[in-house]
């Protein structure tokens, strides 16, 4: 069962050093081939962009399941230090381009247009950074995150061939994408 969250209630902060351990809960309960600490911190050194989607505490153990203990709640949705961590993102800036490198919302949170919105704030600061594209790459079966980058208005582009390891030392293909960056693809781009 997953928490139910008003956009409201959360906002997005940097990634720091301290949040690493939460981050990588949430990168574990998401993923086969989860990031690993390193990743997040070699993030953070080399200045990319690395923003985690925050919930106060209070507000969220409100919308916990009833069925939970508070405990198994609390680490399932990635809760520390006063508030729960509802996804986030790491993106590296490049000459006219930004790179989407990594993009989770926690498990208990999946389904709620979370990942909309952090797409949205990344291509408004991608904007900002005078960027013209958004790149990333996606796991050729991840059919629901596909579904979410296509609906945002990425388009694909390619194949990389056996980019990401698999189970049982399989590789799986990714699937290229860019979004080009302009105003009719922003939310916001009719408000100026």
């Keep these: ?9 959360a906002r ?3 990634i720091t050093i301290d949040r690493i351990p939460a ?6 309960s998401a993923y086969t081939h989860p990031w690993t600490p390193a990743n997040f911190s070699d ?3 080399a200045g990319y962009h690395c923003q985690c989607l925050v919930a106060p505490a209070a507000v969220s153990d409100e919308a916990a399941p009833a069925r939970l203990p508070r405990a198994l709640w609390s680490r399932l949705a990635g809760q520390t230090g006063g508030e729960t961590l509802i996804g986030y993102f790491v993106a590296m800036k490049g000459v006219d381009e930004v790179h989407l490198l990594n993009i989770t919302v926690a498990p208990a949170f999946q389904g709620q247009g979370w990942a909309p919105l952090m797409l949205e704030a990344l291509s408004g600061w991608s904007r900002g950074q005078n960027a013209q594209w958004l790149w990333l790459e996606v796991r050729a079966s991840n059919l629901r995150a596909l579904a979410i980058y296509e609906r945002h208005g990425f388009r694909r582009v390619g194949v ?3 980019y990401y390891p698999a189970e049982g030392h399989a590789r799986e293909d990714a699937v290229v994408m860019s979004l080009r ?4 693809n922003s939310a916001w781009g009719s408000l100026k």
């Design 43 to 45: 993030s953070i050194v």
């Design 181 to 184: 960056l302009n105003e009719s």
């Design 23 to 28: 981050v990588c809960a949430i990168e574990r």
């Design 160 to 162: 990389r061939k056996g």
């Design 12 to 14: 997005l902060e940097s």
């Design 1 to 9: 069962m997953s928490a139910v969250l008003q956009p409201r209630e």
